[in-house]
């Protein structure tokens, strides 16, 4: 079992800047690609940004510029840096890791997400 555990959201001024992380802990094989997903109230939950074990990185036109994904293999945890926010920023936010066991299976895991909220 793989446990996701995120902190850096908060309360932040419009044009602030915001770092979420995201560690993984549990029995750990081999974390593929890592991602950040939001979900603001009445919307579906969709993609930020992802990043692949290969650290190729990619994202949703609303981050392009802004947000940057990073991961720290050694530590099993993923950033998102935001910088720049807007108030339709507003949102929780997910991570998602897709976990590899020994035996090759791959499985998602979901952190419990973390309000961001961009406001004056």
């Known amino acids: 079992q793989v446990q996701l555990l995120e902190s850096g959201g908060g309360l932040v001024q419009p044009g602030g800047s915001l770092r979420l992380s995201c560690a993984a802990s549990?029995?750990?094989?081999?974390?593929?690609?890592m991602a950040w997903h939001r979900q603001a109230p009445g919307t579906q939950r969709e993609l930020v940004a992802s990043i692949t074990s290969a650290e190729r990185t990619d994202y949703a036109d609303s981050a392009k510029g802004r947000f940057t994904i990073s991961r720290d293999n050694a530590k099993n945890t993923v950033y998102l840096q935001m910088n720049s926010l807007k108030p339709e920023d507003t949102a929780v936010y997910y991570c998602?890791?897709?976990?590899?066991?020994?035996?090759?299976?791959?499985?998602?895991?979901w952190g419990q997400g973390t309000q961001v909220t961009v406001s004056a």
């Open positions: 549990g029995r750990i094989f081999r974390i593929n690609s």
């Open positions: 998602s890791m897709r976990h590899q066991s020994r035996y090759g299976v791959e499985y998602p895991y």
